[in-house]
């Protein structure tokens, strides 16, 4: 969606950054780069953007309680006056079963996987409500925080299912709360990033099977074309036309 102000978290790498990418290619857009890093970031600064479009970075740590409500601050003193669609895109994988993971290990995959999503949320909300109708609140999720598919995925991921799946449940509560706003979790497939390349080898592939451009392309799709009545609060699996049950 041309002319929009996109806030994409993780946006310097994996899915963010794909997302990233899709989005500064169009025309008349404000794309703020949410990233761990700030300095070693500045490289998304010199890609090749669409015409009259505008990059900001800012810093927001997802394991930070506060660098998404420090992120918001930063941006309205640059002027940033609404968010239309926020992009929930940070993430991190650990293996485990539950015995052997450690409280402090599982902790740290639940702040930056889900709790981190509801601080993000909670921060960006005042620019969401000042957005054009709908605003959007995307969260890529995964197909591993599925209960009811849980079966298809027997692999030692105790700590990123269950914070998926909390996540889930954030954003469609989110939707719920707000008339106004879409929201969208949004499986990606199995991705060639350094995180999906490693999920694929746990899963006996040699690699990933989508490209990031193909994912990204699909995940934007459902994004640009998502409305309140028809697809918010649902769990998408990579396209518009399937879903994953939860």
């Known amino acids: 969606m041309p002319g929009k102000t996109y806030l994409i978290t993780g946006a310097n790498r994996g899915i963010g950054r794909g997302m990233f990418n899709h989005y500064v290619a169009q025309p008349s857009n404000t794309l703020i780069a949410a990233v ?35 992120a918001i601050t930063s941006l309205r003193a640059q002027g940033i006056n609404h968010i239309d669609v926020v992009i929930s895109a940070a993430g991190i994988a650990k293996l485990n079963t539950i015995e052997d993971m450690p409280l402090a290990e599982y902790e740290e995959v639940l702040m930056v996987n889900a709790i981190s999503v509801m601080l ?43 914070s998926k799946a909390l996540a889930n449940v954030l954003v469609v509560k989110m939707g719920m709360e707000n008339e106004w706003l879409v929201t969208l979790c949004i499986h990606p497939g199995l991705v060639q990033t350094d ?30 074309n998502a409305t309140k009545e028809e697809h918010s609060e649902k769990f998408f699996n990579e396209t518009i036309d399937r879903i994953h049950p939860w």
Request: no cysteine.
């Open 36 to 70: 761990r890093d700030v300095p070693g970031s500045q490289n998304l600064l010199t890609l090749p953007k669409g015409q009259n479009t505008t990059i900001i970075l800012v810093k927001i740590d997802s394991a930070s309680k506060t660098d998404a409500y420090d």
């Open 120 to 162: 993000l949320y909670k921060a960006a909300l005042p620019l969401l409500r000042k957005a054009g109708r709908p605003a959007r609140f995307v969260f890529i999720s995964a197909a591993g925080g599925s209960l009811n598919k849980m079966g298809k995925y027997p692999y030692p991921n105790a700590s990123y299912a269950s």
């Open 195 to 224: 995180m999906g390349n490693a999920g694929a080898r746990a899963f006996g592939l040699d690699k990933a099977t989508l490209t990031l451009e193909e994912s990204s392309r699909n995940t934007a799709h459902i994004i640009d």
